[in-house]
Structures are given as structure tokens and as C-alpha cells.
């Protein structure tokens, strides 16, 4: 295990005190934020067991690369619906028009879930690297 799980996990919470900044000025934003919070949390816990992650942003196929056992994996799989928001808020649709934003309650909700993920990902993180009983 490396640090680098730990950089996620730091990289996460800046990307999801943006999403919540933002989130009823710039939902777009907002909603790339919280995107990449939830990839960096599943690229920790897959960094935390060694898996190689890529470098794709679909939630669900890093989750995918869990065992199937996997005590987060269900987690993870379930911020798959953010993972489009890696491009589609922030590019022009193929005809030329806007994209369309999320709700504001998809992303209070989505902003919820993930921060509740965020400590435990990071307890988890240390359980093992230590060998300590999270907090």
C-alpha cells in the first residue's frame, strides 16, 4: 500500500467541498465535482487493495474490479450514476445545444452519499495500513 490512497481520499474531499459550493450557482460543476469525489474514493479503496485502476471515469467498472465479497463494493457500484458527469455537463451536445443539468436535489443527495463514504473509505484506508481498528 502506498500513500497514494491517501492522496485520493485528500483529492475526494477538495472535489466535494467544490460540488457543495457550487452546487446552486453552478450545478454542471457541481455535478463533475461530486463525479470525481466518488471516482477518487473508488480508485483509494482500489489503490488500498492493490488493484490497478486505470484510467477510466466509470465508477461501476472500478467497482467492478472489487471482489465481488468486497465490503465497499456496493457502495461504489451505486455512484455509477454520477459517472457520465465526467463529461457531459462540461462539453456541448452533438447537435450544438447545452447539456442537461441535474437537480439540485440529485445532487444534494449525491453530494450526501458520497460524504458519508469519505471517512470510512479513510478508516479503512488505515485499518489497512496498521492493522489499527478504525475509529
Request: hydrophobic letters at 40%; charged letters at 25%; aromatic letters at 6%.
Amino acid at each position: 500500500m502506498s500513500d497514494r490512497a491517501e492522496s485520493f481520499i485528500a483529492l475526494a474531499r477538495r472535489d466535494l467541498e467544490l460540488a457543495r459550493l457550487v452546487s446552486t450557482r453552478d450545478p454542471g460543476n457541481a455535478a463533475f465535482h461530486l463525479q470525481q469525489a466518488a471516482e477518487k474514493l473508488a480508485k483509494a479503496v482500489l489503490d488500498v487493495e492493490g488493484i490497478p485502476s486505470g484510467v477510466t471515469h466509470q465508477i461501476g467498472a472500478l467497482a467492478a474490479l472489487l471482489p465481488a465479497d468486497h465490503v465497499l463494493r456496493p457502495d461504489l457500484a451505486a455512484f455509477d450514476r454520477f459517472s457520465a458527469y465526467a463529461t457531459s455537463t462540461r462539453y456541448p451536445l452533438p447537435g450544438g445545444g447545452l447539456p442537461r443539468l441535474p437537480t439540485k436535489d440529485f445532487l444534494a443527495v449525491g453530494i450526501r452519499e458520497v460524504a458519508s463514504l469519505v471517512d470510512e473509505i479513510d478508516d479503512y484506508r488505515r485499518e489497512r495500513r496498521t492493522g489499527a481498528k478504525p475509529r
